[in-house]
């Protein structure tokens, strides 16, 4: 059974830092490519980053270039986004996601599109 379980959320203030983790089991988490979503209330959800299966190739939104930084530790079968500069509007839930193959870093902005995704992980950005 494919499961991806996200921690590592938390409440922090404007300009603090936090490493949301994605321990993946049920597959082989280094024959594809990741990524992490996030969604705020009554907001789209929107995609952050991407990262191939190797962890040689990746991606991120204009959004949060520079501040978001994911990376992999296959070994551990377990995916990161270190988040620094926080800002208020970063509080989201925080999802990691899979994507269909090893090299495809899928960019979907509809939590359905990706083949697997766990119950999220949520962030408070507060002053």
């Known amino acids: 059974q494919v499961q991806l379980v996200e921690s590592g959320g938390g409440m922090v203030q404007p300009g603090n830092s936090l490493r949301l983790s994605c321990l993946a089991s049920?597959?082989?988490?280094?024959?594809?490519?990741m990524a992490w979503v996030r969604q705020a209330p009554g907001k789209a959800l929107e995609w952050l980053c991407s990262?191939?299966?190797?962890?040689?190739?990746?991606t991120c939104a204009g959004s949060v270039s520079g501040r978001f930084t994911i990376s992999r530790d296959n070994a551990k079968n377990t995916l990161y986004l270190q988040m620094n500069n926080l800002k208020p509007e970063d509080a989201a839930l925080y999802y990691c996601?899979?994507?269909?193959?090893?090299?495809?870093?899928?960019?979907?902005?509809?939590?359905?599109?990706?083949?697997?995704r766990g119950q999220g992980t949520q962030v408070t950005v507060f002053s």
């Open positions: 996601a899979r994507c269909q193959d090893a090299g495809h870093l899928c960019t979907y902005t509809n939590l359905r599109d990706y083949p697997a």
């Open positions: 049920g597959f082989t988490f280094s024959d594809y490519a």
């Open positions: 990262i191939n299966n190797r962890g040689l190739g990746i």
